[in-house]
């Protein structure tokens, strides 16, 4: 019994290990990668981002503010292929689709009310019949436009 609870807490040590490992390593990219092709839009501070695997989908809800100019940008690690994303209304009509616009990798975009809005990612799938399936890191930074007082 008591070697069970010790497996079970060295297993479950290495897998944490591993998800804080990838998380710092996505982070360590966005900064590094992402981060400058955001200027001149000053980033909000805040950092999404995860592991995706090829053929792998993703959902956040943002929240955007009356008045401001923003910059949405999906940065993705190259092996993942053109990452695609879609920003929809919170009645999910599609307010951008970037497959419409040649898989850009951002969008300027200015919102006349405060609103809630969904961003949907998708990774392509992978066309391999043999080997393993890629990871990495995909991020989802805002920029918005400092306002002249």
């Known amino acids: 019994m008591k070697i069970n609870r010790f497996y079970f807490v060295v297993i479950t040590s290495f897998f944490l290990l591993i998800e804080n490992t990838a998380n710092a390593q996505c982070k360590s990219f966005a900064k590094n990668k992402c981060l400058p092709d955001l200027a001149p839009y000053i980033h909000n501070g805040q950092m999404n981002g995860a592991t995706m695997m090829a053929g792998e989908k993703a959902e956040l809800q943002m929240s955007f503010y009356a008045g401001q100019d923003y910059r949405l940008m999906v940065c993705a690690q190259p092996i993942l ?10 009645n999910k009509k599609v307010v951008f689709n970037s497959k419409d616009h040649k898989n850009v990798t951002y969008w300027d975009f200015n919102v006349a009310s405060t609103q809630q ?9 992978y ?23």
């Open 81 to 90: 292929g053109d990452v695609t994303f879609r920003l929809l209304d919170k």
């Open 127 to 149: 066309s391999a019949k043999h080997g393993m399936v890629p990871s990495g890191c995909v991020n989802i930074l805002v920029g918005f436009k400092q306002k002249d007082l």
């Open 117 to 125: 809005m969904i961003l949907e990612l998708e990774v392509p799938e």
